[in-house]
């Protein structure tokens, strides 16, 4: 089983993340990846700035990611947050999910960044 997280400023490389996994057992990969959208409900984004208490949010997201392994299949789980600055288009999150059939890939993929949006402490500001 695999289970890793970060919350920096570092760039996302999903790639790199998608080499984390232990494909042993692994019929399906679900990914997404959160972009800086321009423009935003009709406003000019050029970028957005995330904070973060990065102790306290790979603590949540380690909580999130177990929940997601404990669902039927579920057998790994990378998640990355960036804080700082992060230009219009580059990902600011991405979260990789490998399990023994699609449908349970997608299913935790996409209650890890349901959840994430909804427990993590972290914060997105409009400049």
Known sequence: MTLHVA???EEIDVASMQAELDLRGVGGIATFVGVVRDPDQGREVTHLTYEAYPEMAESELRAICE???NQEGVSEVVVRHRTGRVDRGVASVAVVV??????QALGAC???IDEL???APIWK???
């Open 67 to 69: 929940e997601a392994l």
């Open 110 to 112: 996409t209650y890890v």
């Open 98 to 103: 490998g399990a023994a059939h699609r449908h």
């Open 7 to 9: 919350v920096g400023a």
């Open 125 to 127: 500001v409009e400049d």
């Open 117 to 119: 949006k909804r427990r």
